[in-house]
DNA sequence: CAGGAAATTGACGATTTTGTGACAGGTCAC
DNA sequence: GTGACCTGTCACAAAATCGTCAATTTCCTG
């Protein structure tokens, strides 16, 4: 959803603008005057997606979306060309040299976010849709459902994807440092406690349909899901 | 991903030499030498996509176009266009207008069966016209007819569309954007929330023939068409 | 066994997501 | 025309979920 998104427009007040809605929206914005920054700044940051000024000093908005397509690393990363009414040429050539997307000035805001969804929903991989099954428990992202033996369970979207990920990494310690980075995603700000609250929602939920030990407690590094009991000593 | 296609073009050396490839990569082809036929044949077969020339005599490709992104029933059909090297404007107009691609004469027909796939593969197999029956209720699109037993339900064109896309995809979660994706077609540009309304809209019109739960909120990620209970009550 | 760090727990306000009713345009058959 | 749909969007209401905190409890260490 949210994304790194390069703007490359040399008008001041019109990047300004863009990059105030795009960040409503939602998503980081990073930007550049001319197609020479703007190189410099693909290569090292490698955003998602690249919104792309046709008309700009210098070399031009065609020049650089040709270099993008040359190199093997910036290759697939799609492109938005932003042009003026009338440019139609432009328009063609553009989607000739790989733009993904093109869009016509003057433009809403809400039609410029809608096609960056789109565009980005095209490239988006297809997460992992396998059903996991472990120790009588299933887990099919694809239903989105959860299920012990033939009792449902439910659950709320953040408890989903932490059973959903330690469903797929069992047996195996995680710090609350690396859940937060896995099931919240690695941008998100929240205190570490939040993990135990979590999990100890989780595990309530899990309880009542007799899977009590499942999530286990390694006390000073983190959880870990196993489906053998947790042992006291042997 | 052997697949129906109508072929709409009037020069018949290109129209067979199209067809053997297309055949050849493992395509059904259908052929049409004007619109008007085309017009027609769409209307009956449905295509699951169609190869369209953009010069015809009569009827203009961008003509047929619009006509087929204005009727419900064939709206998201893909539609792929060939064009002479040097008509941009048709392109960029046939963009406008709905196409999901274009390809410039002469092409090879390996490109062409490329994005052919591509296109094919954006879009989940086009739903047959076979009916359906699903929990009580029976849905037909031949005669875009449904009915809870023996009770009928009237629904508008996109609550008939919605409904159809779920009931041939049931148990599974759909994020706002597939639906939109599949139910509207992805060159539409409405907001997701729309699709919280006809599903609201879909929702009163099933309710009173008995039919509740069977449409269900799956909060964080969509709605899922299900016969089976959300949850189980104690 | 005491001290203290680490984890659990219950509560709660804030935030996000979804449901709902209304409405302004647009289309189409008459 | 014109009246009966249909549509997409909005604003607001209703729900569900989230993150945090502080009070407890648990568990190790020495």
Known sequence: MAANILLVEDEPAIQELIAANLGRAGHHV???????????????????LVLLDWMLPGMSGIELARRLRADERTRTIPIIMLTARGEEQDKVAGLEMGADDYIT???????????IKAVLRRRAPQATEDPVVLGGLSLDPATHRVAAGERPVTLGPTEFRLL?????????????AQLLDQVWGDHVFVEERTVDVHVRRLRAALEPVGHDGLIQTVRGSGYRLSAQPAVAGV
């Open 105 to 115: 000035k003057p433009f809403s805001p809400r039609e410029l976010v809608a096609r």
């Open 164 to 176: 959903h990920f330690l469903m797929t990494h069992p047996e195996r310690v995680h710090s609350r």
């Open 30 to 48: 990073v930007r550049a005057g001319d197609a020479e920054t703007a190189q410099r700044i693909v290569r090292e940051a490698l955003p998602d």
